[in-house]
């Protein structure tokens, strides 16, 4: 069955240095997204990307934040300066007709911010 | 702005028992309405999806209603198990499918 893969699992980075998260988001689906999860509260979204171009984006997806499909396969989400409130897991979806239809969902990235 | 509402105490029942989680929503007309399972650790997991048209839904032995005039979805498991334990998610797409919004979720406990 296919499955939206996201690497690393689990991330460690130091205060004020760049990340990449990755996703290998659903072959035909046209809607990707991100969203972060602070540990023991809800999911939150972060923005999302259609035919090449970011569709919406809430006030969470800030400067320091960034998207890119990069080629036909990855969807990544760089953290350009990261900072110890960015601890959180992220999770990539992708769906493949936006609200008629369910958001599938990656296992997640755990970003440890030190 | 949009807000969706679940009721953030955990709900504890006995195996075999009916589970009834609330959602409400406010300063939105939906078309879809969904309901995602999330495990601890792990990303929600689609489970039902209803229509603003549809006042229910059934798959298996979950059920979910659409009430729009009170902006309100039921979600009900029968018969629980205790491998039904984890938080439910209720969920809406906003910005012509742009952003799916969650709820704080219900954490369900079915105890044995």
């Known amino acids: 069955e296919p499955e939206v893969t996201q690497t690393p699992s689990h991330q460690v980075t130091q205060m004020g240095q760049e990340v990449i998260l990755r996703c290998v988001p659903i072959?035909?689906?046209?809607?990707f997204y991100w969203y972060r999860q602070i540990l023991g509260q809800k999911v939150e979204f972060l923005v999302s990307?259609?035919?090449?171009?970011?569709?919406?984006k809430s006030e969470i997806f800030d400067d320091q934040f960034s998207v890119e499909r990069p080629d036909g396969s990855n969807f990544t989400l760089k953290i350009r300066s990261t900072k110890l409130e960015d601890s959180a897991m992220y999770f990539c979806?992708?769906?493949?007709?936006?609200?008629?239809?369910?958001?599938?969902f990656g296992q997640g990235t755990r970003l440890t911010v030190v | 702005s949009q807000k969706i509402e679940q009721n953030s105490e955990a709900l504890n029942i006995q195996e075999g028992k009916t589970a009834t989680l609330t959602c409400n929503y406010t300063?939105?007309?939906?078309?879809?309405l969904q309901w995602y399972r999330q495990d601890p650790g792990r990303g929600p997991v689609f489970l039902l999806l209803?229509?603003?048209?549809?006042k229910e839904k059934r798959k298996e032995r979950l059920k979910v209603t659409f009430d729009t005039t009170l902006k309100q979805s039921l979600f009900h498991i029968t018969a629980s198990q205790p491998a039904d334990s984890a938080t439910y998610l209720c969920?809406?797409?906003?910005?012509?499918?742009?952003?799916?919004?969650f709820g704080g979720g219900t954490r369900l406990m079915v105890k044995p």
């Open positions: 072959s035909n689906h046209l809607y």
């Open positions: 300063n939105y007309s939906p078309a879809y």
């Open positions: 979806a992708s769906s493949p007709q936006g609200q008629m239809g369910e958001a599938f």
């Open positions: 990307f259609y035919n090449n171009e970011i569709s919406e």
């Open positions: 209803i229509r603003e048209n549809e």
């Open positions: 969920a809406l797409w906003y910005n012509a499918g742009n952003m799916l919004t």
